[in-house]
């Protein structure tokens, strides 16, 4: 069974960096696609970034702009998000998700979540 499990959030000023990881704690990925995600307080849960996991490719969310890389280790094991120039508006819980086989094409109908990892940013 697919358990995610993000880690790597923390508190950090603006212009700093941070780098989170998303494993499963059952053992290796399969999945179609990963993706990272976050909900700021108040706010709807938004998209950051997605990688197509054999492909290796990723997109973004407008917002980024090209602050973020989203990766995984060869092992299949770790998805990241290298997260650069973190803003005060990157204040949030992140989480990942996994498209798994047969599971729709929308992020928002993915049924597999990890419990998230806060991120705060702030002087």
């Known amino acids: 069974q697919l358990q995610l499990v993000e880690s790597g959030g923390g508190s950090v000023q603006p212009g700093d960096s941070l780098k989170l990881s998303c494993t499963n704690s059952s053992g290796s990925l399969n999945p179609i696609r990963m993706g990272w995600f976050r909900q700021a307080p108040g706010k709807d849960r938004e998209f950051v970034a997605s990688l197509h996991w054999l492909r290796r490719s990723g997109n973004y969310a407008e917002f980024v702009g090209g602050r973020f890389t989203i990766s995984r280790d060869d092992a299949k094991t770790t998805m990241y998000l290298q997260m650069n120039n973190l803003r005060p508006d990157g204040t949030a819980v992140y989480y990942c998700?996994?498209?798994?086989?047969?599971?729709?094409?929308?992020?928002?109908?993915?049924?597999?979540w990890g419990q998230g990892t806060q991120v705060t940013v702030s002087a």
């Open positions: 998700a996994a498209r798994l086989p047969g599971s729709p094409t929308e992020w928002t109908e993915w049924s597999t």
